[in-house]
């Protein structure tokens, strides 16, 4: 079966500092990968994803990810981190045999210093 | 930009009662989806519907749950029999492709007392 890990419950960084979260995931071969994020109150929104290709990929608000075979990760970078980054970050995957049945990972409580 | 909306935001029912959840997804798109969030823990998928059926489902997907596309704009969710554990938000989803980014609305919190 497969399976989405996210190591860090909490990560806290100061506002223009680097941010790296990471994800691993579990499945039989290379699955669809996503990240999303979620502030306070709100839905979930997507910051990029990974098909096929290259494997850094490019998302919305200045975010990363890079795709690693080798170590089944999906890690998500900001290189200067804004108060607004403040959220809940989701790694999720999606089975290439699926019918869209997301699987998400427990999710990544952001908190941004002054 | 064209979004998924959910109605209503908020839920608070009794427990053994009826509740329907609605959702609009994107007009294009063809493949639709909930899940749920119970508080402090993951997303869960409940189920997929494409072409006027379930196409999966999970295990919290039992006989109390039903879905339903009564035209060609509303998807909906409904519990028959609300216990307190279905306590939570559900997010409804739609995609024009199964393989694709899902687009999420904003989620419906239900409080089952």
């Known amino acids: 079966a497969q399976s989405v890990t996210q190591p860090d419950i909490h990560i806290t960084v100061s506002e223009g500092a680097s941010l790296e979260l990471r994800c691993n995931y579990s499945?039989?071969?290379?699955?669809?990968l996503f990240w999303y994020v979620q502030s306070p109150g709100q839905g979930l929104q997507l910051l990029l994803k990974y098909f096929s290709g290259d494997t850094l990929v490019q998302g919305i608000k200045g975010f990363e990810a890079e795709f690693k075979r080798s170590q089944s990760s999906f890690n998500l970078r900001k290189p200067s981190v804004h108060w607004s980054d403040a959220a809940e970050y989701f790694c999720?995957?999606?089975?290439?045999?699926?019918?869209?049945?997301?699987?998400f990972g427990a999710g990544t409580q952001v908190v941004v210093t002054p | 930009e064209p979004e998924v909306t959910q109605t209503p935001s908020h839920q608070v029912t009794q427990m053994g009662q009826e509740v329907i959840l609605r959702c609009v997804p994107i007009s294009n798109h063809l493949y639709f989806y909930w899940y749920r969030q119970i508080l402090g823990q993951k997303v869960e998928f409940l189920v997929s519907?494409?072409?006027?059926?379930?196409?999966?489902k999970s295990e919290i997907f039992d006989d109390q749950f039903s879905v339903e596309r009564p035209d060609g704009s509303n998807f909906t969710l409904k519990i028959r029999s609300t216990k307190l554990e279905d306590s939570a938000m559900y997010f409804c989803a739609s995609t024009f492709d199964r393989t694709a980014a899902q687009y999420f609305g904003p989620g419906t919190r239900l409080l089952v007392l």
């Open positions: 499945y039989g071969a290379t699955p669809y």
């Open positions: 999720a995957l999606v089975p290439t045999d699926s019918w869209g049945k997301f699987q």
């Open positions: 519907f494409y072409n006027n059926e379930i196409s999966e």
